[in-house]
């Protein structure tokens, strides 16, 4: 491409040790990877071997934007962070995904992102201000919580900066640390301890640059289709006990489809909440400690992690371990220095958590997560991660395969979260849900709107049939490919795909807005097919890097043994209130219930067989062919997976 729109066509990488600056041009990767993940995945083949260690200076912390970020495209400012991941098990290729401001003030700075390798000789931090590139002290700033941090940068680099920071959990390379950046987003998959491993406090951005669009008329018609198309969102605040709404606090370039907002707690504190996962990671142990009554509790579990800089997704995860180890006797008070005793209390969670940070006593051997704190702990503890993280080191039951069927290839296929995957099959469940639940009287989301929902995006009513196999495989290969493809842009999973319309007279959305918003944008002219095919690429090529880091094929696309062995009967959160029987669409819209459900082992296996098939895949061994990576424009991987033997040919 001549001339570049949406790109900035530069990438800034820097190494710490040295203090070198370079340049790298975008210009050859944005037509077969786009931007977001498809940029990470190119330059983590290209320059992480199987051998390197997450936390060595040798890890390259790779940050990249997409290409609407810091246009007018609507939610599509988001960003990543990306390396090899300490927090995964055992450490290999994750990501982050961030919202806030920093990519879209990224792009204005000239850059589509930041490539960071090597170690500071003292804690640092980088500061970029449009072409001015410089590595500062940070050593005043070493020891604050992110808040305070995110504050003191602001006041030296100016209101305009935007920043994303760690804290002490991130310093002591705490295996669950992330980044924090401003209003309440953040960067998991331990990336926080890569960024402390590497003396790097925090990296803060300002440019006065604009991202050019290559068709702004078109790309102004589409944001006015998505705004009507959403019309009437139905915002659903966190329930938490003691807060009020101060004020929406959307990403940039957002119309605040979301319930991010800025919360106030009666205690006086405000903070940045929104409905999901991190505004209840002590939720329901709250309850339980306290008899059925919410207090505090939840609300300041959140901010401690926020504060000290800690995945609350990875939280969730060791607290439900910590639980089930208590409960079965391994840990106690007296043995760990911890009050296992007031599990649900804010005394418990303070301790656990300062003790983590500091890694003191038995919280050293929690600050390398979840996993890795079992099989240091041992005592039976490895026993009881079944059922609550997989292998890698994710919640294993969000949304599970024995409720949702197709879900079952996400879990299976997904060394990294599959979390954007699940949210296609399930946040569209979620309102068909209410319908049911209140007779309609909450929501328009009816059977037959999913069947015409399914027709649409999934290509077939049986999408929507849970009662069979029928088709899944090909649903879980049309949903891998858009959510990839969406990822390389980067677009906010809340809004995208916009799969249920409440301004459409119809109430079905429209698959082809984000084809249609990277054309605009970019003028590359790329119809709906095409742009799946640029996630398919994406996917394929992770598959490669998972193969090269030791997940190689079938053999390893499995579900957990509790999938095929223990029936479903129990949900919690949304779904287990509104929904306790497991309704669901059945055959030609009559309703079944998948309580008491599990996964099918040989309907699974005839699935992944169709999977393979679908993919353009070897079925008996689940390894790529070498004619579907030069199908799909990789020919440059095929030697290095023909030598490890990660490929067929024929």
């Avoid at 008070?333 to 005394?347: A, Y």
């Amino acid at each position: 491409m001549e001339k570049l729109y949406g790109w900035t066509g530069k990438i800034l990488r820097i190494d710490l040790t040295s203090g070198e600056k370079q340049i790298l041009p975008t210009h050859e990767l944005v037509e077969r990877f786009i931007g977001g993940r498809g940029f990470t995945a190119k330059i983590y083949w290209d320059e992480v071997s199987p051998s390197t260690d997450a936390l060595s200076p040798e890890n390259p912390l790779i940050i990249m934007t997409g290409p609407l970020a810091g246009t007018p495209a609507i939610a599509g400012s988001r960003w990543f962070i990306s390396g090899k991941s300490p927090l995964l098990y055992p450490d290999q290729y994750g990501l982050g995904s961030v919202g806030g401001t920093l990519g879209a003030e990224l792009k204005a700075a000239g850059y589509d992102g930041i490539i960071i390798s090597g170690r500071a000789s003292k804690p640092s931090y980088l500061s970029i201000s449009d072409g001015r590139v410089e590595i500062k002290d940070a050593q005043g700033l070493w020891g604050l919580e992110t808040y305070e941090t995110l504050q003191r940068i602001r006041a030296a680099e100016g209101e305009k900066a935007q920043t994303a920071c760690i804290g002490p959990a991130g310093e002591n390379r705490v295996r669950v640390a992330l980044a924090m950046s401003e209003n309440g987003a953040c960067g998991g998959s331990g990336f926080g301890a890569v960024m402390g491993s590497k003396n790097l406090k925090a990296i803060t951005v300002k440019g006065t640059g604009k991202v050019e669009t290559a068709h702004p008329e078109m790309l102004k018609q589409i944001n006015q289709q998505i705004h009507s198309l959403i019309k009437g969102k139905v915002l659903m605040d966190p329930s938490i006990e003691g807060i009020e709404l101060i004020k929406r606090s959307p990403c940039r370039g957002c119309p605040g489809g979301c319930p991010r907002g800025l919360y106030k707690h009666s205690s006086g504190v405000e903070e940045v909440r929104k409905n999901c996962q991190s505004s209840y990671v002590y939720y329901s142990l709250d309850r339980r400690y306290h008899e059925g009554e919410g207090t505090e509790a939840s609300f300041f579990a959140t901010s401690l992690c926020n504060r000290y800089g800690l995945c609350t997704q990875e939280m969730g995860n060791m607290l439900r371990w910590l639980d089930k180890c208590v409960q079965q006797g391994i840990f106690s008070d007296e043995g760990t220095g911890i009050p296992f005793s007031k599990m649900g209390s804010l005394e418990f969670i303070e301790t656990l958590i300062q003790k983590m940070v500091a890694r003191q006593g038995f919280g050293d051997v929690l600050a390398e997560g979840t996993i890795r704190a079992a099989r240091i702990a041992g005592k039976g503890s490895e026993k009881l991660l079944a059922g609550t993280i997989n292998k890698t080191g994710f919640n294993s039951n969000a949304y599970n395969p024995r409720y949702f069927i197709s879900n079952a290839v996400f879990y299976a296929t997904e060394s990294t979260s599959t979390m954007n995957q699940l949210h296609e099959v399930c946040f569209p469940i979620m309102r068909w849900v209410m319908w049911y639940a209140t007779d309609g009287a909450s929501s328009p989301f009816s059977t037959e709107v999913m069947q015409n929902i399914a027709r649409r995006f999934w290509k077939s009513e049986k999408a929507v049939d849970f009662s069979t196999y029928e088709g899944k495989a090909k649903v879980a290969c049309i949903i891998q490919d858009r959510e990839y493809a969406k990822e390389n842009l980067v677009a906010c999973d809340f809004l995208y795909p916009l799969i249920t319309a409440d301004g459409a007279e119809d109430h079905v959305g429209d698959p082809t807005l984000e084809s249609r918003l990277l054309s605009a944008v970019t003028g590359m002219n790329i119809n709906e097919t095409e742009y799946y095919q640029t996630g398919e690429r994406i996917f394929n090529l992770q598959r490669a890097i998972q193969g090269r880091e030791g997940r190689a094929g079938r053999k390893d696309d499995t579900l957990d043994e509790f999938n095929f062995t223990q029936a479903i009967e129990v949900e919690e959160g949304f779904l287990g209130i509104f929904n306790p029987e497991f309704m669901l669409p059945g055959p030609g819209g009559e309703l079944i219930s998948r309580r008491g459900c599990v996964v099918e082992r040989d309907k699974f296996e005839k699935m992944m067989d169709e999977y393979y098939a679908l993919r353009g895949w070897d079925v008996k061994t689940g390894l790529q062919k070498k004619e579907k990576l030069e199908v799909l424009s990789l020919s440059e991987i095929i030697p290095e997976m023909e030598k490890r033997n990660l490929i067929i040919s024929g």
